[in-house]
């Protein structure tokens, strides 16, 4: 993303959107809002992971396990390939789905200020054209997922113990199967001067729900992400780059039959510092059902149709971000 290089490029004259800085946001650390912290070194992780799942969709994670280093290598070359010239970033893209993307998010006329390297985990996709040294780089990104993959196992059986669901392998299985759908994305949110000049904010990374199981993201110091709270009203969610945050998708949604609440979230632009965030979304094999687990419908009927991963990510593609995805999925209840 080329930021004031030319007229054209300036923010108000593109197809943005933008969301008043009057609307009622509320911040993470006030006293009547805030996002639970789950201790992962804890006995009482799975407790509060099934409470944070249920009430918001969404907690942040300390004593993860995921070494610093991992981290700080993948940011430091990832801010390396952002810095490249948007023509070399440009021979990594356009994203079909996979690569380097630009402003364009999904393939419905999704925009936002934003560049990113969506990229799969099987390492199928063409890594000869990711920066100046992709072999290095294709080594940092497989060492930090297999990290995160850990977690998300990890987070997926204290999830299973704590909604008393056997095997404890029940969901974790499924992001750990090889045959798994999951995906990983880089997001460069530029710093947008023209934004402190406005009474506005500029939407980043639009609202939406993620499709998959679950996600775990962590970013740089910069903030920007909101998450939507039963009422509608926006939380935003303090930066925390030693920390993680993780996400209740979809499809875990529904194999808690509603259970659990796949959160809405956001990005807004920062008019001052960039921000970087890394997403792992661990996702299904393709041939999957998606369906409640038995032992969470006691004796209840599925509030959704039956469909497979493939099903479901098909239609995801057909939708635009802020859509209900789930909403067609819906077993409509027999009056
Ligand atoms: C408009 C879009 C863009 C989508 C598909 C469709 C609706 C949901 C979007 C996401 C959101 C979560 C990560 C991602 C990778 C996913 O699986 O669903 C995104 C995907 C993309 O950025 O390509
Ligand atoms: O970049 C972020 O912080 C979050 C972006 C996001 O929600 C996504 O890529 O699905
Ligand atoms: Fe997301």
């Not at 008043?20 to 799975?46: E, G, Q, Y």
Request: glycine letters at 6%.
């Amino acid at each position: 993303m080329v930021l004031l290089s030319k007229a054209s490029s300036s923010v108000s004259s593109e197809q943005y959107s933008y969301t008043s800085n009057c609307m009622p946001t509320t911040f993470s650390s006030s006293s009547s809002s805030s996002v639970p912290i789950v201790d992962l070194s804890k006995p009482d992780a799975k407790t509060l992971i099934v409470k944070a799942c249920e009430e918001f969709g969404f907690f942040k994670v300390i004593n993860h396990g995921v070494p610093m280093e991992a981290i700080s290598q993948l940011e430091s070359e990832a801010f390396k390939f952002f810095s490249l010239p948007l023509t070399e970033k440009e021979k990594a893209g356009p994203p079909n789905p996979f690569g380097y993307g630009s402003k364009r998010i999904g393939p419905n006329g999704d925009v936002g200020w934003v560049e990113y390297l969506l990229l799969n985990t099987k390492q199928e996709h063409n890594f000869s054209v990711l920066g100046k040294n992709p072999e290095k780089f294709r080594c940092i990104v497989n060492s930090y997922m297999s990290c995160v993959r850990k977690m998300a196992c990890e987070i997926l059986e204290l999830v299973a113990e704590g909604l008393k669901i056997q095997p404890k392998n029940a969901f974790s299985k499924l992001v750990m199967d090889k045959q798994s759908d999951s995906v990983f994305r880089v997001n460069h949110y530029p710093a947008c001067p023209e934004l402190a000049m406005k009474g506005e904010n500029l939407i980043g990374f639009g609202e939406h729900t993620d499709p998959q199981i679950i996600s775990l993201l962590r970013s740089n110091n910069t903030s920007g992400l909101q998450i939507s709270l039963r009422d509608g009203s926006w939380l935003s969610i303090p930066p925390d780059h030693s920390s993680f945050f993780i996400n209740v998708g979809d499809s875990l949604q529904v194999m808690t039959n509603g259970r659990f609440r796949s959160v809405r979230h956001r990005v807004l632009a920062n008019g001052v510092k960039s921000r970087l965030s890394m997403i792992y979304f661990g996702g299904p094999p393709l041939s999957e059902k998606i369906a409640p687990l038995p032992s969470l419908m006691k004796g209840k009927e599925s509030l959704y149709k039956e469909f497979t991963w493939f099903e479901y990510k098909n239609s995801t593609y057909g939708s635009r971000l802020a859509d209900n995805r789930l909403g067609h999925f819906e077993r409509i209840a027999a009056s």
